[in-house]
Structure formats: structure tokens, C-alpha cells
């Protein structure tokens, strides 16, 4: 399965993995949702997240979301 990546406009660590180019079944109240990505069948996906677990939350909800680090300002 490919999984295609996605970015929540209003909160910017909050990211989702979809079945579907669109996102369509991505949860309206993040959005809007912009795609920045898919991974490939023969790729691991980003951040060491498991495809099993991500597949699976897809094929019972239509997505699966997760959070990255927030980056820390420089230093002056």
C-alpha cells in the first residue's frame, strides 16, 4: 500500500498518513490538510513509525495521525 503524507495547516507538529492521494477521510476539524509526501510499498516510513501499525489504523479508520518534535529556536 502507499501511503500518502499529510500536513495540518493549523497545527503544524500534527501530521497524518492516508490511503488515498486526497486525504479524504482525514479529520476535518485539523485540517485543511496538505500532502507533502508518499512512501513507496518497498519503503519504511519516516520517523521509524511501524507500516503494520500504519496500515492497519488505515484499513480500521481511513488514516493515521502522528505528532513530530517541535524544533527549537536557535540560540543566540
Not at 8 to 18: D, H, I, V
Not at 36 to 44: F, S
Not at 52 to 72: M, N, P, V
Amino acid at each position: 500500500m502507499r501511503l500518502f503524507m499529510f500536513k495540518a495547516e493549523g497545527k503544524s507538529e500534527l501530521r497524518a498518513f492516508a490511503a488515498d492521494p486526497a486525504g479524504q477521510q482525514l479529520p476535518s476539524r485539523h485540517g485543511p490538510w496538505h500532502a507533502v509526501g508518499v512512501v513507496r510499498e518497498d519503503k519504511d516510513p519516516p520517523h521509524n513509525l511501524s507500516r503494520e501499525i500504519i496500515e492497519k489504523s488505515i484499513a480500521d479508520q481511513g488514516f493515521q495521525l502522528y505528532r513530530t518534535k517541535a524544533k527549537k529556536a536557535a540560540e543566540n
